[in-house]
């Protein structure tokens, strides 16, 4: 399966394609070495829990609209916490705070954090302490910013290889419900990787490009990602794009 995909992926790079490839096992870290003949065409990006890093997955940071952000950010917290639109009490605080950090300078998830504490109430109180237990995880730097952060994913090259350090990803036959907290935000961190590949599915539509999605049954499992992957198909149906789902 991996070497079938690896395969498709290379000879429409040699052909003058472009390419994306979330890795969420790090498995193509030695590519540039042994593709000595495209070496200089390939991008890889390690996004590990360093600290020049954090930020680099924040919805706010990462999309380059500021509208596209606040949408991810919603996406990203409501799965992240569990509160759905059909939650009257906390949905409309979540939004109202997300929807003040998108209008704000410095737009970043730790910031609404900072807009619920803001508000004071136990509702409010209550969501901000759920969003702030996800930051003690050493490697959830990477999608929890301040709205500082100035580092960007480039995916410019022809080739490029998205690879996430301490990605722990859910056994294929675990439910959403039995999903651990770093399940979660690992899933989080493929939601907002192939969100991102929107982007570049709408670059150049003279190019043809691929979003390749390895172990995508990671995020094809929940409902978010599974309404992901259909945008992701419908745009590369009209941007001269393919989106690979590689899964067992």
């Avoid at 890093?53 to 940071?61: C, E, Q």
């Avoid at 409309?92 to 300078?105: D, G, R, Y």
């Avoid at 480039?154 to 690879?163: E, H, K, P, T, V």
């Avoid at 399940?183 to 003279?206: C, G, K, P, Q, Y």
Wanted: with cysteine; aromatic share 8%.
């Amino acid at each position: 399966k991996s070497f079938c995909n690896n395969l498709l992926v290379y000879y429409s790079v040699l052909f003058g394609g472009q390419a994306v490839i979330l890795d969420p096992k790090s498995e193509r870290g030695n590519w540039k070495a042994t593709l000595p003949e495209i070496a200089e065409e390939i991008n890889i990006v390690n996004l590990t829990s360093d600290k020049e890093n954090a930020g680099l997955l924040d919805p706010f940071v990462i999309m380059k609209d500021k509208e596209d952000g606040a949408t991810l950010a919603k996406e990203i917290l409501t799965f992240l916490t569990g509160i759905s639109t059909r939650d009257g009490d906390k949905f409309p605080v979540l939004i109202s705070a997300i929807s003040k950090v998108s209008e704000s300078e410095h737009r970043g998830l730790l910031n609404v954090i900072t807009e619920l504490r803001k508000e004071n109430t136990p509702i409010a109180n209550h969501i901000a302490n759920h969003i702030d237990s996800f930051t003690n995880y050493d490697f959830a730097h990477l999608l929890f910013s301040d709205g500082t952060a100035k580092n960007t994913i480039s995916l410019d090259n022809q080739l490029n290889i998205i690879q996430v350090a301490d990605l722990v990803l859910p056994d294929k036959d675990t439910t959403f419900d039995e999903y651990t907290t770093i399940e979660l935000l690992s899933v989080a961190m493929l939601i907002v990787i192939s969100t991102f590949a929107l982007d570049f599915i709408n670059s150049d539509r003279s190019i043809f490009k691929i979003v390749d999605l390895d172990e995508a049954w990671a995020f094809l499992n929940v409902a978010q990602g599974e309404t992901l992957s259909n945008k992701l198909v419908r745009a590369g149906r009209a941007m001269n794009a393919g989106v690979y789902f590689v899964t067992q």
